[in-house]
Structure formats: C-alpha cells, structure tokens
C-alpha cells in the first residue's frame, strides 16, 4: 500500500506541475474583506469578479517540496527501505553546503539498531560513500539558483525543494557542476540492489567462514556475501548491484550451526533502489514521498506599468487552475497585460472575465493564503 500511496498522490503532483502554464496568479482588492482562506464557493466568486491582475504561473515559480531535515550531529537517521511506509521517516538531510543525501545504511556493521550520526555527509560522490560513523549516503543534488528560494517554513513546518533534471539539461555544454554532479549520481540501471544489511542482535555462526548464500528475485546480476572472521558473522557486503529487480531476497545454501537457514534469512534487509523504467537512470526524485508543491510567485511593478495598472493595495491572492480569461470571445490568461484595449484604472473584472473552460475537463480549483489581510506594491 505504501507505493500505491506514494505512486498516487505523486502523479497527482507531478500533474499539477506539468501543467502549470494552466494555472494562473491573480490578486485583488475588496473592501471589508480582510481575507480569503476559505474554499466557499463565496470565495471563489469573490477572487473571480475582484482580480485585477493575473498572469501564468512561470515554470520555475512551482516545484515539489518536501519536510526539510537539516543533518545535525548525535541524530538517528533511518535507513531509506523501498518496503515500508517511509512518509513519517527522517532518511534523508540537507547538510551546511545545501547538498542533500539519502541515507542507506546507519550502522558500521549493519545491526537494525542503528548508531547516531556524527559525521556530516559531504560532497558530490556520483556512488555511495560511508562516513566513519558507519553511515552510508548516496548524494541526490544540491539546492542552488532559484531552488534556494523554496528553502521556506509554512505553518510551522520547514519544507526544501526536490530538485528534478533532464538528461538534456545535465549533458548541455554550459550545465552547472551540480546539474552534472546530480546527472552523473542518477545514471545508472534502475531496480538495482542498493544496501544490504544483516541484524547481528545475536551471534550467528557457521561451520566454515566461506557460507554460500545468494539472491533470488525478478532481475538479474545481484550477488552478495556474508562477512565470516572465526566462523562468526560481522557483516555483510554487495558484490554486485545487479538490475531490473522490482523483488528480490536472499537464500542462504548453507547451514548455520546457531541459527535455522529461515532465520537467518530474515535477519537480512536487501534494499531496491527506486524503479523506473523508462531510461537507465533513477531520478532523485523517486526517492522521496513527494505529497506537496510550493508555488514561490513574484509579481514585478514592471507589469503593472505594461498593462496599466495604477491599483497598488491588494488584500488577496491565489492560484487559478484550467480557467480562462474572457471578453466576449476566449483570450489567454495573462494576455490582458498587453492587450491594447485596456482602459486606465480599470479593473480587470470590468474588461475580462474569468470563466470556466467549457471543454469537459476537472472542476477548476481555487487555494487561498495570507498571513496578512493587506499587502501593497513593494512588499516582500
């Protein structure tokens, strides 16, 4: 249920954020109204009939978010597993240098406890590295340029952006060293095994310090290998990643002298990178439960002198998705700025219309936020 979880609510943003050239800023000005928070249908004919300025959402101005979790030493991070609810879990963290990681094991010698993390992740290593805490990181990107900007707090909860490339983009001649640093970190086949760790809670001994065990699953080309000093196990180790795994497990051939075949078996936790199938590559993206987008709207006065504008106190604002601007004949939102015939100090509402498309699409959608009941030009 987790994937079909993170699967459904990550294509719900991952849609919105396609289509954000059809989904408009607008604010506006009504006396006595002190805000808009409400969804009320009200509400919405209210930001509909007083908008006096809209535009597009620009594509920088929208990206996916997620809980931000500073690295901080003397901290337990969890391993990232791709068999469990991971919504709730600290795996990931964004040291000083902005970098973000996602932790792969939290152990030197891979017990489930876990030790506290005391060596702050750092560079841009395209495969994982251990620190000497025990901690194994693989480094997703870094938060630069205008991602800096979704470096944000609402309601109390601190949100950093997830940073999303193109192949393109990363192998462009003037790509910046964190495109290519992220490029070079996601290529790779996916469905590969990705950690592998061992409970050693209790003592697990063999006849020989060579057991066989090997690996069963759908993809092909993982192998891994138990750690043996004295007969006693104190580890275990991946020979190779394999790929193409959407299951795997491990199947131990011999016979521990303390322990059944079964049982140990289930003290191993094999961990899958992220699937995608669709190039050998796997996203930093897909290592996240992505539930939320931020939208970071900056409206420059510049538009306000193009269309005319003289209106400089507002005291509302949101985001219109699938609407379209009309006057008597459908125009595209964000057009009026230039359009010829509008007047001075004219609403907006007063020469277009927001009206809903008339194509059998989704209801269009309103979300409304302030913190405060007015702001003006030259705020923020």
């Not at 932790?103 to 891979?110: A, T, Y």
């Amino acid at each position: 249920m987790a994937r079909s979880y993170k699967s459904l609510r990550k294509n719900s943003a991952t849609t919105y954020k396609a289509n954000v050239d059809n989904q408009f800023f607008f604010m506006g000005y009504t006396p006595g109204v002190t805000a808009i928070h409400s969804n009320s249908v009200t509400s919405e004919r209210t930001a509909v009939a007083c908008s006096t300025y809209a535009r597009n959402i620009l594509k920088q101005e929208c990206e996916f978010v997620v809980k931000r979790h500073d690295w901080t030493s003397g901290t337990y991070y969890e391993r990232y597993k791709n068999d469990i609810d991971l919504r709730d879990k600290v795996y990931y963290v964004k040291n000083s240098q902005d970098n973000v990681y996602v932790c792969l094991d939290n152990s030197e010698n891979g017990a489930s406890g876990g030790d506290r993390s005391t060596v702050e992740p750092k560079g841009k290593s395209s495969v994982p590295f251990t620190t000497t805490d025990g901690y194994k990181w693989k480094y997703l990107y870094t938060i630069d340029g205008h991602y800096k900007d979704y470096l944000r707090s609402v309601n109390s909860v601190s949100y950093m952006p997830v940073k999303t490339i193109s192949v393109a983009d990363a192998r462009s001649s003037n790509a910046a060293d964190t495109l290519r640093a992220q490029y070079n970190s996601e290529r790779g086949h996916s469905g590969r095994l990705e950690s592998a760790t061992i409970d050693l809670s209790d003592t697990i001994s063999f006849s020989t310090n060579n057991p066989t065990i090997t690996v069963v699953g759908d993809g092909v080309g993982a192998s891994i290998k138990l750690s043996v000093n004295n007969n006693n196990v104190n580890g275990i180790t991946i020979l190779s990643e394999g790929r193409d795994y959407n299951y795997i497990r491990p199947k131990l051939e011999s016979v521990p002298t303390t322990h059944t075949v079964s049982q140990v078996e289930n003290l191993i936790q094999l961990n899958l990178s992220p699937t995608n199938n669709r190039e050998r590559r796997v996203p930093a993206e897909s290592y996240f439960h992505i539930e939320k987008l931020m939208y970071n709207v900056r409206v420059d006065t510049s538009d306000f002198d193009r269309a005319d504008i003289r209106q400089t106190t507002f005291n509302f604002y949101g985001i219109a998705k699938d609407f379209h601007l009309n006057k008597r004949f459908p125009i595209i939102a964000g057009s009026e700025l230039s359009s010829k015939d509008i007047k001075k100090n004219y609403r907006l509402s007063d020469v277009v219309e927001l009206r809903m498309p008339t194509e059998s699409v989704p209801l269009p959608t309103f979300d409304y936020s302030s913190d405060s009941p007015t702001f003006n030009v030259g705020d923020g």
